[in-house]
């Protein structure tokens, strides 16, 4: 303040030919005293008098003042009656900014609420969900421990615990908070408190060795330097805290280093400070080189001398580098300087008052000045801007500090980031020494984060950031901005191994190229081959008797129907598509009723060549008819009926089958309708039915080699096939239905191609002297007739 004064003094720009005079007062951190004091500079009496001026000069213009905000609001009260310019440099209590109540209070300091907001954002920046709050046991550390909880959970945090700091140092109290930090998950712990209920706490925990927490200070104490001994300082080391930003007072250094006590000699404070600073004591008397008036029995090296040095000071300790508070002062004076000089400037007949007057600036009222006040906009001597908002308060400007302490017991706060309104939290994490020898921020949390793809599901009774680890469902991933729900993919997606996003879903069919579908391809083939060997082997026998007993050209349809029976099944292999869906069951129903309705005109066949033997028979007027012949078309004719009414009126489709399969997309055939379907299969299972019946009744008939035997027994497997092939369908999903269906018409068709043909191939390849007339009618040869 002394070197804003003389700087403003010394200036011809601001307040020429005036002079600015000041008195300086010790509150001694009490609010009591404050007011008393701002009674004596209203009324001008060593004595309080209230409601008079009794100055004999001029009253003062201004106060600048008081530091804290327990100080600073009476004062405010009363000042306010008579609009009293005030300008405190510290006092950041929000009701402050209440014009209503404190009409005449100005300050170079944000609004401690904007303090509030900011560390709940560090706290959310550093992921710090689990917090304890200390606050001092007073309306600033009430209220503003209410918002900054309420701050932490708008932030999705949770406060673990909230100690009120007694305002008399109670032990018993201390050690209780103590011993609550002790115990508590919390790592992070916010200090909400004013630095006057701080001490004892922190050497308290100092003594109990707790230096794994972090430590967060409010600018009322992040700065301090009443924290003398190293252990309290090992325990702070690593903290974080808001102060004050630090600005530039062009000369300010050099005019602290020149403070020296034949330059202020009556300056009260400087002996005290001289005497603190080096470590010596003024001796009695003259206080400069007058050793011949001491005591020569004392220790001349105690004795201060005034030619000690005020730059070998440790900067710790007169820090003439990092003005933050002295700034504010510095603000403080230089508004009510431009306030003054803008009245000291105003032109009569156009000034703000009644009439157009102006103020006199030797002799104004207190209001006056105060109108000027409330208007200052200025650059200060470091060329930033200094004005006042309509609740007398600065724009929100803050540091975010580290203190961090050295090996040899030394310890500095280091800028590591800056809070501005209107802009983002800045921070340079590389600077950052956290206490415990961590590389990356501290954990702060009251459980360990959720395993990617868990959800957090709130413990009964406990709060939000205290919770279980829940799984997200099939088909769901994490919320990626809220932690406690998950979402369902859409249709065509699915969420990937850690559940954290939707990916596309597989493709699934009954492709060529897995081992699945090559292997019942190849399969198909093979047995499509061995049926064209037994054709080819019955046109090369076609007159033998095996091959020409019971219709050689019913055999050689059904050994054709039989290959294509096996080479339909290639169909159902390879991605679906609307002509591949539209053939496969089509191709199957017809090609299998040709194939029964062959086995069925050679088991008529069979019946009506034995019944011509039977002179009783009642058939053997249908031998000359033919009537096998015309069994064949009749029957397929009626399957393909019933397929081209099925295309017509709701043919089979491609689909994308998202609900077969977890995970996959399964592109399939959709059949249309499910009751042709069953009507084509219907068919087939009556077909067979008759055959299997009707080579059943002739099981019995008297040839050697009776082929409705071995008609019976593979009707018996194609029956049998079939039936498991309903509920072994019914029950698979995605391809393996495919697959299934596959497995049955290969089967069926196998059991039909070994039951009616190995038979006779064996005795054609193996047993030729079997293959002949006599054998086959069943008729012996005795001999010698």
Known sequence: MVFAIQEINQSSDILPNITLGFKLYDSCYNHVRSLIETTLILSGKEQMVTNFNCHKERMPSAIIGDMTSKASIPMAR??????????????????????????????TIPNDDYEVIEMAHLVSYFNWTWVGILTSDNELGRTGSQLLIKKVEQNRGCVAFLEILPIQNSMESVLQIIDVIKNSKATAIIVY?????????????SFNNITDKIWFATSSWSITSDFPRVNILTTLNGSLGYAQPSGKIPGFKEFLQSVHPSKFPNDMFIKTFWEEAFDCVWPMGNLYNNYSSLNTSEDPSAWCTGEEKVDSIDPNIYDVYNFRYTYKIHNSVFAIAQALHQMHACTPGQGPFLNGSCADVLSHKPWQLWYYVKK??????????????????????????NWQLYP????????????????????????IVWNGGWSQPPVSLCNNPCPKGFRRATQEGQKICCFDCVSCSDGEILNPNDGSKCLTCPGDQWPNQSKEKCVPKSIQFLAYDELLGSSLACI??????????????????????????????????????????????????????????????????????????????????????????????????????RIPVYIVPSCTVIQIVLCLVWLCSSSPF???????????????????????????????????????LVAFLARNLPDTFNETKFITFSMLVFASVWITFVPAYLSTKGKNMVAVEIFAIISSSSGLLVCIFFPKCYIILLQPEMNNKRFITGKKVRSGK
Not at 680 to 692: H, I
């Open 78 to 107: 009363m000042l306010g009656l008579y609009r009293y310019p005030q300008v405190s440099y510290s006092s950041a209590h929000p009701i402050l900014s209440d014009k209503l109540q404190f009409p005449s209070f100005f300050r």
């Open 193 to 205: 408190s004013t630095m006057e209920n701080l001490i004892s706490l922190m050497e308290e925990a």
């Open 376 to 401: 200052v906009n200025f650059l200060n001597t470091a060329g930033e801007q200094i004005y006042f908002d309509k609740n007398g308060d600065i724009p929100l400007s803050l540091d975010i500090l």
């Open 408 to 431: 040899n017991g030394s310890n500095q706060y280091i800028n590591i980031g800056k809070i501005e309104k209107g802009n983002q939290l800045q921070i340079e994490e590389e600077k």
């Open 524 to 625: 198909s083939i093979i047995c499509c081959a061995v049926t064209f060997s037994v054709l080819c082997l019955f046109i090369i026998k076609h007159n033998t008797p095996i091959v020409k007993a019971n219709n050689r050209e019913l055999s050689y349809l059904l050994l054709i129907s039989l290959m294509f029976c096996f080479l339909c099944s290639l169909v159902f292999i390879g991605r679906p598509n609307i002509v591949t869906c539209m053939l496969r069951q089509v191709l199957f129903g017809i090609i299998f009723s040709l194939c029964l309705s062959a086995i069925l005109a050679k088991t008529i066949t069979v019946i009506l060549v034995f019944s011509a033997t039977n002179p009783d028979s009642q058939l053997k007027r249908f031998v000359g008819l």
């Open 654 to 692: 491609e689909e994308f089958n998202m609900m077969a399969e977890l995970g996959t997309i399964v592109i399939e055939c959709n059949e249309g309708s499910n009751v042709f379907f069953a009507c084509v299969l219907g068919y087939m299972g009556l077909l067979a039915s008759v055959s299997l």
